[in-house]
Each structure stands twice: as structure tokens, then as C-alpha cells.
């Protein structure tokens, strides 16, 4: 043998050497591929199932929203009738109730004073100051007669 052919022969086995690690590479790259392959229609399996679910998710919350909405309209429409409604009691029945409470207690005023009059006084006696009642309000009253100055 010669050198060239010892040569040859050492090429020769190390191309062999080499051929086999690609080749035990090829392998282990296209289980990973397959592996690969293999988990993303697992994952395409599951996901098609959890979309169409976040979709009706999306849809029934997107109903119930418009539900609320309308709910929401629905009271601030009641919450402005009941406003006008209170207004409308308020202009009714305001007026005449302070008119009544007035009227009641001019009555209650001029039969405390049927009653005072019939018993006169006793000499250093003062009454209390009487009040008149003006829309809801009780301001002091001027004494019938001469008022004292001083």
C-alpha cells in the first residue's frame, strides 16, 4: 500500500464518520419535526374548540351589555318621571298645604284669643308675643293697640 491509497482509505472513513453523525442528525431532526408537527395539531385541536367558546363568550357578554343599556335607559327615563312627577305634586300640592297649615293656625291663633279675652289680665301680667305665620315662615306679630315706644 502507498501512501496515497493509506490516504485514501483514512478520507475514506472519516466521509464514512461523518455521513453517519449527519445522518443520526437527519434523524433526530425530523422526530423533532415530527414531535413539532404533532403538538401544533394538538394545540389547532384545542384552540378551534376554546375560540368558537371565547366567541360565544364575546357574543353573550356583548347581549347582556346591550341588556344592561337598555336597563340603564329604561331608569334614568323612570328617575326623570319621578322627578317631574315630585315637581308636579310639589306645584299642586304645595301651595294649598301651606295655605291649610296657615288657615289652621289662624284658627288656632283666634280661638286662643276668644279665650284670653273673656278672663282679663291680672295687673303686671305679659303676655308671651304672639306670631304670625307667613308661608311657612313665623315672624313676630304687632299687638293690637297702642304699642309702647321706648
Request: aromatic share 4%; glycine share 10%.
Amino acid at each position: 500500500m502507498s501512501g496515497g491509497e493509506v490516504a485514501g482509505i483514512i478520507v475514506a472513513v472519516f466521509w464514512a464518520i461523518l455521513v453517519s453523525f449527519l445522518a443520526v442528525a437527519l434523524a433526530r431532526l425530523a422526530q423533532t419535526l415530527r414531535a413539532t408537527t404533532k403538538l401544533v395539531a394538538d394545540v389547532t385541536e384545542q384552540a378551534v374548540p376554546l375560540l368558537a367558546d371565547a366567541s360565544s363568550a364575546v357574543r353573550s357578554a356583548q347581549t347582556q351589555i346591550d341588556r344592561v343599556d337598555a336597563i340603564a335607559t329604561d331608569v334614568q327615563e323612570v328617575t326623570s318621571n319621578a322627578s317631574a312627577l315630585s315637581t308636579t305634586v310639589a306645584s299642586t300640592f304645595g301651595g294649598p298645604l301651606v295655605k291649610v297649615a296657615a288657615f289652621g293656625y289662624g284658627v288656632r291663633q283666634a280661638l286662643g284669643r276668644r279665650g284670653t279675652e273673656q278672663h282679663p289680665a291680672t295687673p303686671g301680667h305679659t303676655e308671651p308675643p304672639r306670631h304670625t305665620v307667613i308661608m311657612g315662615r313665623t315672624v313676630p306679630g304687632m299687638r293690637r293697640g297702642k304699642r309702647k315706644k321706648g
